[in-house]
Structure formats: C-alpha cells, structure tokens
C-alpha cells in the first residue's frame, strides 16, 4: 500500500522534502500559509531556486504531491512533518 504523510510548511524544508518524497512513490499532502508559495506552486514552480526542483514539481504535482489548504478527513496518514520556521526571537526574527 502507498504511504501517505502530511507536510505542515512548504518552505525549503518542506518543499524539498514534499517532492523527494512524492518521486520516491509517497502519496504527499502539503499545505502552507503563504499565498505566494501556494501561487509559484500552481505554475508549477518553487519560490527559491534549487537545481532541477522546478521538473519534479512538474511532474508530481497532482500526481503524488497535492498542496491543499487542509488535509483530506477520509484518508489515512502514515505521518504528519511539521517545517515551519522556528524564529530565534521573542519577536520573530
Ligand atoms: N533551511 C535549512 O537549511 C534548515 C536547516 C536545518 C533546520 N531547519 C529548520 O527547518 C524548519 C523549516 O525551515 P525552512 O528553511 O524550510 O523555513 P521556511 O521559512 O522556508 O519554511 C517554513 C514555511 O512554513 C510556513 N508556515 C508557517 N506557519 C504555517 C502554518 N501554520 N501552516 C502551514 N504553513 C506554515 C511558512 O509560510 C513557510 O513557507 C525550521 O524549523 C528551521 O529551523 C532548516
């Protein structure tokens, strides 16, 4: 059966880990905060660059990866990976 995790933060952690994970067969279901990463997404596309990272995403993007705004009730998850930013500060920098 396929493994199936969520990924909470589609930043360089988990966009990278997202579709590495989605090329190696896992069903992946990311969701993110940012309208301009879930924008680049949409055309197929990370919002930083990363050698070679623009083909997978094309390639899985509805296919294995799946960015949603919330994960699907009626699937069951092996795991759940939380990549959000850790600020260093009290106020956030
Ligand atoms: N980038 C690195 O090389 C690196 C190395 C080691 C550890 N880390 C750690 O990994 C974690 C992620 O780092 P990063 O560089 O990917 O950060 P990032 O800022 O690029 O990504 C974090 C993403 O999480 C999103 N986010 C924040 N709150 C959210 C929420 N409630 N729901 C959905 N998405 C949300 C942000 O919009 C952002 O896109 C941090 O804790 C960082 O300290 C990063």
């Given amino acids: 059966m396929q493994m199936r ?13 997202a579709i590495t994970a989605a090329e190696h067969g896992v069903d992946v279901y990311g969701v993110e905060i940012s309208e301009h990463i879930k924008s ?9 660059f990363e050698p070679g990272l623009d083909r997978l995403i ?19 998850f092996d795991a759940f990976v939380i990549t959000v930013g850790t600020p260093l500060l009290a ?3």
């Avoid at 995790?5 to 880990?17: A, F, Q, S």
């Avoid at 680049?40 to 919002?47: G, S």
């Avoid at 990866?65 to 009626?74: A, M, N, R």
Wanted: glycine letters at 20%.
């Fill in 58 to 76: 094309a390639r899985q993007n509805g296919r294995n990866f799946h960015c949603v705004e919330s994960f699907p009730q009626d699937k069951g």
């Fill in 40 to 48: 680049c997404l949409r055309e197929n596309r990370a919002h930083f």
């Fill in 91 to 93: 106020g956030g920098g």
């Fill in 5 to 17: 995790i969520g990924i909470i933060g589609l930043g360089y952690v988990g966009l990278t880990l």
